[in-house]
């Protein structure tokens, strides 16, 4: 983006500056994420709460991505399996109940197809038993 100050929908929980007044209104990051997507929740809760979210394109942080989670050699899988758990969470949580089914039949379909594809068979044989048995409310 150009240089200055931007309203955005969500940032990198890797550096944010939040308001003590948020919190208390808001809430913590939700401990029902693990990993991955607890600071777009938190945005996501703080921008129908009524704050914005801004970015500073001027300042550079940089950010190791994936430095807690690429331990082993099956870290990709282990990182895929945490990513798609807490996307169900956040739809779960932020999206309605059609939102949630079309997102659910998509993924259905997504992973079915590189299994069919034989594209990281084992791993997506994975995702997709998460995906069939969880269950929005």
Same mark, same amino acid.
């Given at each position: 983006?150009?240089? @200055?100050?931007?309203?955005?929908? /969500?940032?990198?929980?890797?550096? $944010? ?6 919190? %208390?209104? !808001? #809430? ?14 938190? @945005?996501?809760?703080?921008?129908? /709460?009524?704050?914005?979210?801004? $970015? ?6 940089? %950010?190791? !991505? #994936? ?71």
């Amino acid at each position: 983006p150009e240089s @200055g100050i931007h309203k955005v929908n /969500a940032l990198s929980g890797a550096c $944010l500056l939040i308001r003590k007044s948020m919190i %208390h209104e !808001i #809430g913590y990051f939700d401990t029902d994420f693990f990993m991955y997507y607890e600071d777009h929740d938190f @945005g996501f809760r703080g921008k129908k /709460a009524g704050w914005d979210c801004l $970015l500073n394109s001027d300042v550079i942080v940089k %950010h190791y !991505i #994936g430095a807690s989670s690429e331990k082993s050699d099956s870290s990709s899988d282990w990182k895929n399996e945490m990513m798609f758990k807490s996307l169900l969470i956040y739809f779960d949580k932020n999206c309605n109940w059609l939102q949630q089914r079309l997102l659910k039949l998509g993924w259905i379909f997504g992973l079915s197809l590189r299994i069919l594809l034989g594209r990281r068979k084992e791993s997506n044989k994975k995702l997709l038993k998460h995906v069939l048995n969880y269950r929005f409310h």
